[in-house]
């Protein structure tokens, strides 16, 4: 795939993957403080309750964890999920996503197992990350992302542009063209228009770049010839 392909189907995953009411109803609850709504609106399936962490890691643990929670974008996160492409919109499959680490206990997000199958996600919080599909053999690829947090924290989301502006003092390679679409661009060079053809037995010739008339032969004036016209023919001499 090409970038001007793949910049394409980016396209589609911003617009369509993640809509504009998913965001804002995401945000909208997190702020509130209902980190478990805003995962919710943002298709997010929570597979843990914070009582039984406390019970089975320790009241630490569950603490450290609710306080990432409070900031979790859970709409953020699936703006950055690594996708399948090639003029598709689906998330990329069987992989789970470490968020962080409390305790001996795992924050996780794993990834649908089919490409044409429910987009939905899923918030776990294990003592290992998930390694299988459950009722399945397929395993899962973990990755981490507890050291890129402002993908999916909102109070490291000033991390992002860093990572996407261009170094102080330093321009960019690439065209201008592609960086504005407010480009101006050069007037087109205009030609001079063609000259229709001339015809036969015409009496001037025509030019692109000058227009003369035909010269005349040497001979008397018109005033000259006029004159004698008007004057009449001399006398006849006698030979």
């Known amino acids: 795939m090409d970038n001007r392909e793949e910049m394409s189907s980016w396209t589609l995953v911003r617009r369509y993957a993640v809509p504009r ?3 804002e109803q995401a945000t909208e609850r997190r702020l509130a403080g209902d980190w478990a709504g805003a995962c ?3 298709h997010v399936d929570v597979g843990f ?3 039984e962490v406390a019970g089975g890691y320790g009241a630490r643990a569950a603490a450290d964890l609710e306080a990432d929670l409070r900031h979790l974008a859970p709409d953020l996160l699936r703006w950055h999920l690594p996708r399948v492409l090639n003029g598709r919109t689906s998330v990329g499959t069987l992989r789970a996503l470490v968020l962080g680490r409390y305790g001996d206990g795992v924050l996780h997000v794993v990834t649908p197992p089919m490409v044409d199958g429910p987009q939905r996600l899923r918030l776990l919080f294990r003592r290992k990350p998930l ?3 459950p009722r399945g053999h397929t395993s899962i690829v973990a990755e981490d992302w507890s050291g890129v947090r402002h993908l999916w924290d909102a109070r490291s989301s000033a991390g992002l542009r ?3 502006a261009e170094p102080a003092g ?3 390679s690439t065209p201008t063209a592609r960086r504005s679409p407010r480009t101006s661009f050069p007037a087109p060079r205009r030609t001079p ?3 229709p053809p001339t015809t036969s037995g015409s009496r001037c010739c025509t030019s692109a770049v000058s227009w003369r008339p035909r010269s005349r032969p040497p001979g008397p004036s018109r005033t000259s010839a006029t004159r004698a016209c008007r004057a009449g023919p001399g006398p006849i ?3």
Request: proline residues 12%; without cysteine.
């Open 131 to 133: 390694r299988r599909v």
């Open 49 to 51: 309750d914070l009582a």
């Open 237 to 239: 001499r006698a030979a």
């Open 162 to 164: 860093p990572t996407t």
């Open 193 to 195: 228009p063609t000259p």
């Open 40 to 42: 919710a609106a943002a």
């Open 170 to 172: 330093r321009r960019s």
């Open 21 to 23: 009411w998913m965001i």
